[in-house]
């Protein structure tokens, strides 16, 4: 069955930095696009980037646009997501999710998600 698996999240201090890193199972991976979103508390989850199938495309939120870098390795089956200049608004659990269309901002059109981790940027 299909697994991703994220992990890297924790506590950081504002201005800090992360790397987080969802390893995949049971798919393909170099034919799907991948996503990373994230849901803060009391809040709706939302997106914050995706990646083509080669990582030749990569797009953003606004809201992070210039401080986080999505990648990806596909020998390795595993996408990135490197988050710097971390802010307290940042705070939530992060998901990465594959979708075996193109990359979409829209979370409906994601096949599999993984469990999420924890992002703490104090302030």
């Keep these: ?6 992990s890297g999240g924790g506590l950081v201090q504002a201005g800090g930095s992360l790397r987080l890193s969802c390893a995949a199972s049971g798919l393909t991976f170099s034919i799907y696009s991948m996503a990373w979103f ?6 709706a989850r939302e997106f914050v980037a995706h990646i083509s199938r080669s990582g030749g495309t990569a797009i953003y ?3 992070v646009k210039g401080r986080f870098t999505i990648s990806r390795d596909n020998a390795k089956n595993t996408v990135y997501l490197q988050m710097n200049g971390l802010r307290p608004e940042d705070t939530a659990v ?4 594959a979708t075996a269309g193109l990359a979409t901002t829209r979370q409906s059109s994601y096949n599999y998600w993984g469990q999420g981790t924890q992002v703490t ?3």
Excluded: F, H, M, T
């Design 94 to 97: 992060y998901y990465c999710s």
């Design 38 to 43: 994230r849901q803060a508390p009391g809040k």
């Design 1 to 6: 069955q299909v697994q991703l698996v994220e």
């Design 61 to 63: 939120a606004d809201s």
């Design 121 to 123: 940027v104090s302030s």
